[in-house]
């Protein structure tokens, strides 16, 4: 069994056991493993592992990745996420490759993404990234917003809303993660009850540091880079 395969059952059994300690029992809990920095051997193998769903950051190296599984794996049938910021000039190549977007953060990137969904695609499974710690330099919506993007996201037919995301401000002590995302998730309870004809099933939240908080305030999608990929070296990105 190679590392990856070693990690990959470890995170398994992990959030397994941290759901089970919080009662969460029939719901399942999605791993998205990230993959940005890290060569298609590191995702072979993960994916011969049984993993099916990967987060990328960076359009061009994930739109490049795709493209290769499609070519030479199609058999595996992987499900490629975006989970980085876009830029509107990049919008295209995320439109055309991705199967789902975290980082729903503005009107202007919704309407382009769905103007540039090619016809032959299913629509793009979207979440609205939210800015729950407040804070001016991380990316993502204010709260005031996201019932307006909910809206325009809920008009475009190249779009499906299926929840939230957020990236926290990087804390270690439990309390203050958890905090951080019951706040996320009591947004989406609110914006369901508001919309009850969407089907917002997914929270995207919790990483490798702070994954068993974020399971217990209810996340459904937890995305693991590091743990199961080991550090990344991040030279190149300069
Ligand atoms: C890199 C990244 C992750 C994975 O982080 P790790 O700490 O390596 O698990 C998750 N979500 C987003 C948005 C990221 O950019």
């Known amino acids: 069994m190679t590392s990856i395969q070693q990690n990959i059952e470890h995170i398994t059994s992990q959030i397994a056991t941290a759901q089970q300690k919080c009662g969460r029992t029939r719901e399942t809990i999605q791993l998205l493993a990230v993959s940005k920095t890290k060569p298609v051997e590191a995702v072979l193998e993960a994916a011969q592992a049984g993993q099916k769903e990967f987060g990328e950051n960076y359009v061009q190296e994930g739109a490049d990745k795709v493209s290769y599984f499609q070519q030479n794996h199609p058999e595996l049938s992987l499900e490629w996420h975006f989970i980085g910021p876009i830029q509107s000039n990049k919008s295209r190549i995320v439109a055309e490759n991705f199967d789902w977007v975290h980082t729903i953060d503005r009107a202007k990137i919704a309407q382009r993404l769905n ?93 490798s540091g702070d994954m068993e908080a974020a399971i217990e305030a209810g996340s459904t999608m937890v995305r693991i880079g590091t743990a199961i990929f080991g550090a990344r070296d991040y030279s190149n990105k300069a």
Do not use: C, W
């Open 115 to 207: 103007d540039q969904r090619p016809i032959n695609l299913a629509p793009i499974q979207v979440l609205i990234q939210v800015n729950t710690s407040g804070e001016a330099s991380k990316s993502g919506t204010d709260e005031s917003e996201i019932f307006a993007l909910t809206e325009l996201i809920s008009s475009l037919p190249n779009l499906t809303l299926r929840g939230l995301m957020s990236i926290p401000a990087n804390v270690s002590d439990h309390e203050s993660q958890l905090h951080a995302f019951h706040q996320l998730a009591e947004l989406k309870d609110k914006l369901a009850a508001h919309y009850p004809a969407l089907t917002l099933d997914t929270l995207s939240m919790g990483m």
